[in-house]
């Protein structure tokens, strides 16, 4: 199916665990995004990525590491999981240039014990 | 940097009256887009309506507008004749045209539709 889908869409983990969500579109978008979500903060930049190897950080990147082999994947890792990072993910994907619409997946909600 | 401020968490409207929901932007660059996304409480995102930088008029999809002032650096949506669907989360957001293309948003309004 055309899109982009997340997985797992929720996960519960302990402090300290390695989790890794992923994201994988079916465009050939050029960017792709990874935004958390927090009550009162609404959506925070982790880390985005404008082509294939090439990744930089946002706004929130402490914890978290990217890559990109494929144009169409964008994993996101917790290499050693906070308490703080409880949150539900968003990853998005579009066109070059800002005068396009971002898409997003519908979210990966994720409780750290 | 760009920053986006929306300075009302909450707003009550009555069924069929028309709402205006709070957006004021900060940005160095001269060419950007905004963006109004809704989230329901399903959550997921929803891209409502688009406006560039350098558009004459204000856009308009369907029952939702976008006020665009510039020199204000405002862009309010209007949702008109409002509905119970319309119950969600929006958030006003901004890219600009080139260098970083990130999407910066507010932290968004809480909008109720009371029947």
């Known amino acids: 199916d055309a899109g982009i889908t997340q997985s797992p869409r929720y996960k519960i983990t302990e402090t300290g665990r390695q989790v890794t969500l992923m994201c994988h579109q079916t465009?050939?978008?050029?960017?792709m995004f990874w935004y958390r979500q927090d009550l009162g903060h609404g959506l925070r930049l982790i880390y985005y990525?404008?082509?294939?190897?090439?990744?930089d950080k946002g706004e929130v990147p402490d914890g978290y590491v990217v890559s990109r082999s494929k144009t169409e994947n964008f994993p996101l890792t917790l290499e050693s999981a906070t308490r703080s990072q409880t949150s539900v993910y968003f990853c998005?994907?579009?066109?070059?240039?800002?005068?396009?619409?971002?898409?997003f997946g519908a979210g990966s909600r994720l409780t750290v014990l | 940097a760009q920053k986006i401020t929306q300075t009302q968490p909450g707003m009550f409207v009555q069924e069929k009256e028309a709402v205006t929901l709070d957006c004021t932007y900060d940005?160095?660059?001269?060419?950007?887009?905004l963006f109004w996304y809704k989230q329901p409480s399903s959550g997921e995102m929803i891209f409502l309506i688009y406006?560039?930088?350098?558009?004459?008029q204000n856009a308009t999809e369907g029952r939702y507008s976008l006020n665009f002032q510039k020199a204000r650096k405002s862009a309010n949506l209007v949702i008109s004749a409002s509905q119970l669907g319309d119950s969600a989360m929006y958030f006003c957001?901004?890219?600009?045209?080139?260098?970083?293309?990130?999407?910066?948003f507010g932290t968004g309004t809480r909008l109720t539709i009371i029947p």
């Open positions: 940005t160095s660059d001269p060419s950007y887009g």
């Open positions: 990525s404008a082509a294939a190897d090439i990744t």
């Open positions: 465009w050939s978008h050029s960017y």
């Open positions: 957001a901004m890219r600009p045209y080139f260098g970083n293309e990130k999407l910066t």
């Open positions: 998005a994907s579009s066109e070059r240039s800002g005068a396009n619409v971002l898409t």
């Open positions: 406006q560039g930088s350098y558009d004459q």
